[in-house]
Nanobody, 121 residues
Framework: QVQLVESGGGLVQAGGSLRLSCVAS????????MGWYRQAPEKQRELVAS???????NYVDSVKGRFTISRDNAKNTVYLSMNSLRPEDTAVYYC???????????????WGQGTQVTVSS
C-alpha cells in the first residue's frame, strides 16, 4: 500500500504564489509517475502536471510558464510551485502516483486526500 499526503494549500490573492508538497509513504519502490490533478466545483478532475522518476515533466497548457513540478526521489516527495496564481486556479489539488508496469485509466493510480487552493481576485 502507498499513502500520499498533500500539504501547502491555502488562500492567496491573485498574482500570488503557493507551493504544494506530496509525500509518499509505504510500498513506494516501483512508483514511476507522480502528478498533480485539480478539481474545481462542478468541473471534471484534470491533470495539472506530472513528472516521471527520471524527471520528464508534462503540463496542462493553462499552467505552462506559471507552475513548476519537481520531485525529490530520495524523500519520495513531489512539489508543485505555483506562481502568478489566478482565480481560475481555485480548486482542490490532488496528488497522484502511478506504478511502473500497470496500465491505468485516465484517472487511475493512487490518490491523496486533496488540498484546497483558493485564489481571490
Amino acid at each position: 500500500q502507498v499513502q500520499l499526503v498533500e500539504s501547502g494549500g491555502g488562500l492567496v490573492q491573485a498574482g500570488g504564489s503557493l507551493r504544494l508538497s506530496c509525500v509518499a509513504s509505504g510500498n513506494t519502490f516501483n512508483i514511476n509517475v507522480m502528478g498533480w490533478y485539480r478539481q474545481a466545483p462542478e468541473k471534471q478532475r484534470e491533470l495539472v502536471a506530472s513528472i516521471t522518476k527520471g524527471g520528464t515533466t508534462n503540463y496542462v497548457d493553462s499552467v505552462k510558464g506559471r507552475f513548476t513540478i519537481s520531485r525529490d526521489n530520495a524523500k519520495n516527495t513531489v512539489y508543485l510551485s505555483m506562481n502568478s496564481l489566478r482565480p481560475e486556479d481555485t480548486a482542490v489539488y490532488y496528488c497522484n502516483a502511478k506504478r511502473t508496469g500497470i496500465v491505468y485509466g485516465a484517472l487511475g493510480g493512487i490518490w491523496g486526500q486533496g488540498t484546497q487552493v483558493t485564489v481571490s481576485s
